[in-house]
Each structure stands twice: as structure tokens, then as C-alpha cells.
């Protein structure tokens, strides 16, 4: 049978693929063939990326928000704040879970956060080099440094031994 989780072909009585997924209770566990299994679970790089995801990068924008009028005083802005945050946090939570379409999420997550960046870097060109340079050049460091950390992250999971053990595939 195919795996769920991974798409591996296993034996029609197997009760647990490679990758950790338990047939019988259809959730993931500890797969059976680990060969490193201090690198595997939700630890090092990954715990500070769920971390970061539920508290860190929401708290931040939340103080982010509160001290710049711009945006505390801006109810569509507020509501995007809350709109990212609520995605962050439930990414999170579910790679801290190790649920098996937590990557899925995930994906999806980046993608997200990518086209944020990208709208924002076109944003920062509307407000006027000209007139305003400083917040000009502000804003698209800012996006540009968002760019980055998408980029780093998604080549983290695509890369990490860590993920492939704990979630049974890297990210893509
Ligand atoms: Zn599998």
C-alpha cells in the first residue's frame, strides 16, 4: 500500500513505514530505521523555527504595530497583522505537532510570505525616492531582508536531515 504520508510503496501488511507513518492508528510516530536519531523530533534549527513562528515573529509585529501610528491606526493593516500572525501561529503549531500536512502548510506559508514581500518591494518604488528616500530605502530593506529569510528557511527544509527523520520528506 502507498503511504500516505510520503507515497512510498509498502508491503501490503507493513504497520509502519519508513518515514514513521503508523498504518494501524494512521498517525505519525517514530519511524522504525532511524539511523541518527539524535537528529530527529522537533529540536535544534526546527524548535527555534517553531519558536519563532507561534511567539517570536508575532509578538514582534505585534509591538512593530503598536509603535508606529501608521499601522496601529490603520484598521485594514490590523487586520492583515492579525491575518499573518494567525497563519504564523498555526504553522507553527503544527510542525511542533509533527502533523503529517504540516509541511503542506507550510509551503503554503512561504509562498504566502514571498508574495508579501514581493507586493512590498513594489510598494516601497510607489512611495517617491525622490521626496521621501529615507522610508523608500527603509521599506525595501525591510522586504528585501523578508526575501532572504524566506529563501533560507525553505532551503533549511529542504536540506535538513532533521526534517526528513521527524516528518518522513524535506519540504520539496
Ligand atoms: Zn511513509
Request: aromatic share 12%.
Given at each position: 500500500m502507498d503511504c500516505p504520508n510520503c507515497r512510498l510503496v509498502n508491503p501490503p501488511?507493513?504497520?509502519?513505514?519508513?518515514?514513521?507513518?503508523?498504518?494501524?492508528?494512521a498517525t505519525r510516530k517514530e519511524?522504525?530505521?532511524?539511523?541518527?536519531?539524535?537528529?530527529?523530533?522537533?529540536?535544534g534549527w526546527l524548535l527555534f523555527f517553531c519558536i519563532s513562528l507561534t511567539i517570536l515573529d508575532p509578538l514582534y509585529s505585534v509591538i512593530q504595530a503598536i509603535g508606529d501610528p501608521r499601522i496601529s491606526q490603520n484598521g485594514l493593516a490590523i487586520v492583515m497583522i492579525l491575518c499573518i500572525a494567525g497563519f504564523s501561529i498555526y504553522t507553527g503549531f503544527l510542525l511542533r505537532k509533527v502533523r503529517p500536512d504540516a509541511l503542506k502548510v507550510l509551503k503554503g506559508y512561504f509562498i504566502f510570505l514571498f508574495a508579501l514581500a514581493c507586493i512590498g518591494i513594489l510598494g516601497s518604488f510607489a512611495v517617491s525616492f525622490t521626496t521621501d528616500t529615507l522610508t523608500a530605502i527603509e521599506s525595501l530593506a525591510t522586504q528585501a531582508a523578508r526575501l532572504v529569510s524566506v529563501a533560507i528557511w525553505a532551503l533549511y527544509f529542504k536540506k535538513s536531515r532533521r526534517v526528513r527523520n521527524t516528518f518522513g520528506r524535506n519540504l520539496f
Open positions: 501488511d507493513a504497520e509502519r513505514c519508513d518515514c514513521g507513518y503508523d498504518f494501524p492508528t519511524p522504525y530505521t532511524n539511523n541518527d536519531p539524535s537528529l530527529s523530533g522537533v529540536g
